[in-house]
């Protein structure tokens, strides 16, 4: 008994500075947002309260708040449907075995490592109307009438935005299902196979079943992670043009730091992480069932 509490004392020890930092930086930052989200304040000077006045007009009245919800949802589409899809046959391809496995591992994930900055200007040499790669090579195989200026064009700009934001963490979600995958027993697939199972029976069967808690943890990650997207955006077009390629973080910065609407910004930077809350407890109950049948294979 006396050797247990020692146990449960020395775990409480070594994770309640985590506690404590992490309530620090995170939890009292929200309240506070939370709270400052219900006054008119600029940041300096009296402030008003307005209730939840603040809440309300980024839902119902503020048109690019609506907008730059609506560019997440999409970019949130995206990244389940194209950008996780993606990883996964990557993966599969990677786990079944071939050639230089590590050396794909290594180039697939080189992406992840690199500040978004980074990706941003890349990428905006791409999409650069002048002398981007893009342009260049459409003018190259005499499709010079579709070559236009990509980021200043407010039907194309968003789009060119998403596709470096799916590539860049492609890599990261083939690495984390690729783990999964070669958790797996090889012992399932040998007696699939006796069975006569076809490679795509033991993909359903098998692999995606067993693989739902990471498929989980990967779904979490790209929901929120597009509803809290900034840097990307904030780096090639900081919005624009006029105001087509804002996301949620991107508003929010915006009203905090050059509106002066400290207030506004902060009711929106709350709206933001109940917004990831939300999803990440639909996903959780989404995949409580698939999780508890995987268990009882």
């Not at 070594?14 to 709270?35: E, K, Q």
């Not at 309260?49 to 309300?56: E, K, L, R, S």
């Not at 080189?110 to 941003?120: D, E, G, Q, R, T």
């Not at 012992?187 to 006796?194: F, L, N, V």
Request: glycine content about 6%.
């Amino acid at each position: 008994m006396n050797k247990l509490m020692y146990k449960k004392r020395s775990i409480v020890v070594f994770v309640l500075p985590t506690i404590i930092i992490y309530t620090l930086i995170v939890v009292i930052p929200i309240f506070i947002s939370a709270y400052l989200g219900l006054f008119k304040w600029n940041g300096v000077g009296a402030m008003q309260f307005h209730g939840f006045a603040n809440y309300q007009k980024l839902i119902s009245v503020d048109p690019v708040f609506r907008q730059a919800l609506i560019n997440s949802l999409i970019l949130a589409t995206a990244s389940i449907f194209i950008q996780l899809p993606i990883a996964f046959i990557l993966a599969l391809i990677l786990s079944n075995g071939v050639k230089f496995e590590k050396f794909f591992r290594t180039v697939y994930f080189i992406p992840v490592i690199l500040s978004s900055m980074v990706i941003a200007q890349l990428w905006l040499r791409i999409f650069n109307a002048d002398y981007g790669v893009l342009n260049g090579v459409l003018k190259a195989v005499g499709l010079s009438k579709l070559a236009q200026p990509w980021m200043a064009n407010t039907s194309t700009a968003f789009t060119c935005t998403v596709i470096p934001a799916i590539w860049q963490f492609i890599g990261q979600y083939i690495l984390i299902m690729y783990a999964g995958m070669k958790a797996i027993s090889g012992d399932m697939y040998e007696a699939a196979k006796i069975d006569g199972a076809t490679g795509w029976q033991s993909m359903t069967r098998i692999t995606i079943p067993l693989l739902s808690p990471v498929i989980k943890v990967c779904l979490i990650f790209s929901l929120t992670g597009s509803f809290k997207s900034f840097d990307l955006v904030f780096a090639m077009t900081n919005g624009g043009p006029f105001h087509s390629t804002e996301l949620p973080s991107t508003v929010m910065y915006s009203n905090l730091f050059s509106a002066g609407a400290y207030g506004y910004g902060s009711a929106q930077a709350v709206f933001i992480v109940i917004e990831c809350l939300v999803a990440t407890l639909i996903i959780q109950l989404l995949f409580k069932k698939s999780e508890a049948e995987a268990s009882a294979v």
